[in-house]
């Protein structure tokens, strides 16, 4: 499946959610919500850190409540967040 054929069935089943990789490890849940509510509301985000060290594990999830929202965001192919580009894939609920 391509990830466009991906990135469709994803918003068909309602879901506006987003897997993002390459997060600079400096980056925070606000500061990823903050980049992203550029392209429609955010209803969430959520950055992984490691349990032991406390330190960004370098991805996260972001949940648009708009399919709008989620559409632009995964219609501009680049995404720079503090010099790293970012890896955008749709993600399971």
């Known amino acids: ?52 060290t406390g330190i960004s594990r370098g991805y996260g999830f972001i949940v648009f409540s708009t399919r709008e929202g989620y559409t632009n965001a995964t219609n501009n192919r680049l995404h720079v967040l503090e010099g790293r580009v970012l890896d955008l894939q749709p993600a399971s609920s």
């Open 1 to 52: 499946m391509s990830s466009t054929t991906a990135a469709a069935s994803t918003i068909a089943r309602g879901v506006q959610k987003l897997f993002i990789g390459n997060l600079p490890w400096t980056v925070s849940t606000k500061e990823l919500k903050s980049y992203f509510s550029k392209y429609g509301h955010v209803h969430s985000t959520n950055v992984i850190y490691d349990k032991t």
